[in-house]
């Protein structure tokens, strides 16, 4: 909610483009962006393509078959949920005036200006985002961060549409105890986990 109202200043009309959302970040992402008027498209596996569709999404790409930076162009709205290795692609589909959001990228200076974190912060936050800055000023675009925070306006608007849409998260069926969290940090990382990966507290 907080990245599509606040920092992409999201409007109805404009089209969001969500690679690898077909997972538990669309299932919430996908609705929320659709009550605002917008036309979604999401990439993922064929296994979540129907879901995506059922909760609202206007177009889905199977990332096996289809490449996004092949397909589309002038999209006004990228938000990142792949990391790094998509950054260049993803830049190169926005049209100019385009925003890009990432969830996991890293934070530039507009990050910690918005944090109202103090000056020498910022310095530093713009010196660690300054190449993802570099790269999107060179298309023409704008990279933001996000580091989302609690605002229970927000989240009552997120149940309404829980329970509008009747979504219920993926979970993985791998279960993790509190001293294996190691290894649950590793399985997110490199295990394709099928959801939300719970951890077990006794």
Not at 10 to 17: D, E, P
Not at 61 to 72: C, F, G, I, V
Not at 174 to 201: M, S
């Amino acid at each position: 909610m907080q990245g599509l109202t606040e920092n992409l200043q999201a409007h109805a009309g404009q089209t969001l483009f969500i690679p690898g959302g077909s997972g538990s970040f669309g299932q919430m992402a996908i609705p929320i962006a659709k009550s605002l008027g917008l036309n979604v498209i999401v990439s993922g596996n064929t296994r979540n393509r129907e879901q995506a569709l059922q909760i609202g999404a206007d177009q889905y790409l199977d990332y096996r078959s289809e490449n996004y930076w092949e397909t589309l162009t002038n999209i006004d709205l990228v938000i990142d949920t792949l990391g790094l290795s998509e950054f260049t692609r993803e830049l190169s589909i926005l049209k100019p005036g385009g925003k890009l959001l990432s969830l996991v990228d890293g934070p530039n200076r507009q990050f910690a200006i918005d944090q109202q974190l103090p000056s020498w912060k910022r310095f530093l936050f713009g010196l660690v985002g300054r190449k993802f800055d570099k790269q999107a000023a060179a298309k023409q675009v704008e990279y933001q961060f996000i580091f989302v925070r609690s605002d229970g306006a927000q989240l009552a608007h997120l149940n309404d549409l829980i329970l509008k849409h009747n979504i219920v998260p993926q979970v993985d069926s791998n279960v993790f105890k509190i001293d294996e969290i190691n290894d649950a940090i590793e399985y997110l990382k490199n295990g394709h986990p099928q959801g939300k990966v719970l951890i077990e507290f006794n």
